[in-house]
């Protein structure tokens, strides 16, 4: 059975960091895309980032730019989100899935709330 676990969200001042992981199990992270993506109350679930094994290539929506940074642990079968200088428009819940393209991911955590606010 494979699964996805989101894990590390909070509620951060503005400007606050945190580390979000994506932990799976019944699969090897290794041979597969990983997006990071968020959804905002009614807002439509948006790409964040995404680590590509074909290429080895990285990708990052423009809001997020300079401020997360998307990473693998092969040995401990995860992949990470740190999000640095927060922002309340980042507040959102937080999933990762094994695609780049929304549409296309197959697995999907259930997700993990983030919330920056004073």
């Known amino acids: 059975q494979v699964q996805l676990v989101e894990s590390g969200g909070g509620l951060v001042q503005p400007g606050g960091s945190l580390r979000l992981s994506c932990a799976a199990s019944g699969i090897n992270l290794d041979y597969f895309a990983i997006g990071w993506f968020r959804q905002a109350p009614g807002k439509e679930r948006e790409g964040v980032s995404c680590?590509?094994?074909?290429?080895?290539?990285?990708h990052y929506a423009d809001s997020v730019k300079g401020r997360f940074t998307i990473s693998r642990d092969n040995g401990r079968n995860t992949v990470y989100l740190d999000m640095n200088s927060l922002k309340p428009e980042d507040t959102a819940v937080y999933y990762c899935?094994?695609?780049?393209?929304?549409?296309?991911?197959?697995?999907w955590g259930q997700g993990t709330q983030v919330t920056v606010s004073s």
């Open positions: 899935a094994t695609n780049c393209e929304r549409d296309l991911a197959r697995y």
């Open positions: 680590t590509k094994t074909s290429d080895g290539s990285i």
